[in-house]
């Protein structure tokens, strides 16, 4: 392949012409992902700020993170225009556990104040069930922003639920947190007619059952990742009503987008080779 041109992934093709370069040769791209593509985990937009790393550091450049969040809204929401909002690019970049406030004034990613430990806690009693189902979230957030007017009330609540969650967090209180991601599911629905199905309706009311205090399913909506909240005490409950569905159980990511190998070429005409972490949120 010569010509960048001929590149049929969107956010490799648009990325290596953002970044100026001039041709393909020379630059070999390989992608793997842990888990299934546009299911609401952040994992495309982990990738665009991954990739952007990688390039920026074969060009011997370096980015800092709030200037890699920002070249990665840049080329989804701009170049490649797909519709949705700007938080998965700066969490992907950041890493962390952060409260990510948007404003006419820009994006300030301030970390939460919690004990390590209660994070760990906290992560240990978050479950991620799959539905089986996957889309392009751009085509559920189209619904939103089309009624975004008349749900500003919705909205208002749920920026709400910011405050108290992050005050549940740094007190301890992670059980009621769980139950505020219910409530928040809750209101996230009144969002869009397509935010949901009967399919996960139903793998939420199971894990209730099965012992979950509260969950929400992850990103845009209609398809993908179910985040639930169950106590350690209650998971073993909980994973066998779930044996059949795939589960992730996870950990915070406290580095956010990382390049952990570069092979340096002498020129970009050279050849080069990159690993990097995108870190799916």
């Keep these: ?43 495309s937009s982990s990738f665009s700020v991954g990739l952007i790393n990688a390039l920026t550091s074969l060009q011997g450049g370096f980015i800092d993170k709030k200037g890699l969040a920002e070249k990665a809204v840049h080329l989804e929401r701009d170049i490649l225009r797909e519709t949705g909002g700007v938080q998965d690019q700066y969490a992907a970049a950041y890493g962390g556990f952060n409260r990510i406030t948007f404003s006419k004034e820009g994006v300030t990613v301030t970390p ?109 909506g209609s398809a993908g990742f179910v985040l639930f909240y169950v106590p350690r005490s209650r998971q073993m409950a909980f994973r066998e009503v779930f044996k059949k569905l795939i589960k992730v159980f996870f950990k915070i990511d406290w580095d956010g987008s990382t390049l952990i190998y570069k092979e340096p070429s002498k020129s970009l005409g050279g050849s080069a080779t990159l690993s990097f972490l995108g870190n799916a949120c």
């Design 1 to 43: 392949m010569d010509t960048i041109g001929e590149i049929l992934h969107p956010a490799v093709r648009e990325s290596l012409k953002f970044l100026g370069f001039n041709n393909a040769q020379g630059v070999e791209i390989h992608h793997q992902g842990d888990l299934p593509a546009r299911t609401g985990i952040g994992s």
């Design 112 to 220: 939460v104040t919690a004990s390590r430990n209660v994070l760990n806690e906290l992560s240990e009693n978050l479950v991620l069930v799959y539905t089986g189902s996957s889309r392009f979230s751009s085509e559920v957030s189209k619904s939103i922003v089309t009624n975004l007017n008349q749900k500003e009330s919705y909205l208002r609540l749920m920026v709400q639920q910011v405050d108290t969650g992050e005050k549940l967090i740094k007190n301890g209180s992670l059980d009621e947190f769980g139950k505020l991601l219910g409530e928040g599911w809750k209101l996230k629905k009144e969002l869009s007619g397509n935010m949901t199905t009967p399919e996960i309706d139903e793998i939420y009311s199971k894990g209730i059952e099965a012992g979950a205090l509260g969950g929400k399913l992850i990103g845009g």
